[in-house]
């Protein structure tokens, strides 16, 4: 993976993080929006992410490099199931509120857009 490609997957993790921090010291403390589930849904995501986009980069792109396309997809497609499989049992175990773990989960959307505006407001300087 380039460096740029690199400094801007950590960028975007890092406005994750931010985003994630402010909602929860905002929003985490009253009764609308359970603090655990919040976080919840922003570590999901985010450990997701990151894992997708370094693993793209650290396993399939070698794999697509060697012609063997199908294994790559093969285990992209795991890598989803088993994220789902665990999202399910988070959600069947500990019984978090479902409002908050998607406000967690949809900070890297608007981490990645806040990263994205950075990025062309920067270019246009």
Do not use: Q, Y
């Amino acid at each position: 993976m380039e460096a740029t490609a690199r400094n801007t997957i950590l960028r975007i993790e890092c406005w994750h993080a931010v985003l994630l921090a402010t909602l929860f010291l905002a929003l985490g403390r009253g009764t609308a929006i359970d603090g655990m589930a919040l976080i919840a849904g922003g570590v999901f995501m985010g450990v997701n992410f990151f894992l997708l986009s370094f693993g793209v980069a650290a396993v399939l792109t070698p794999l697509a490099s060697k012609g063997k396309i199908k294994l790559g997809v093969g285990l992209l497609v795991l890598k989803v199931l088993l994220f789902l499989a665990l999202l399910m049992m988070v959600f069947f175990r500990f019984k978090f509120d479902a409002i908050s773990f998607a406000l967690g989960f949809s900070t890297l959307i608007v981490a990645i857009v806040v990263e994205a505006v950075r990025k062309s407001l920067a270019v246009e300087n």
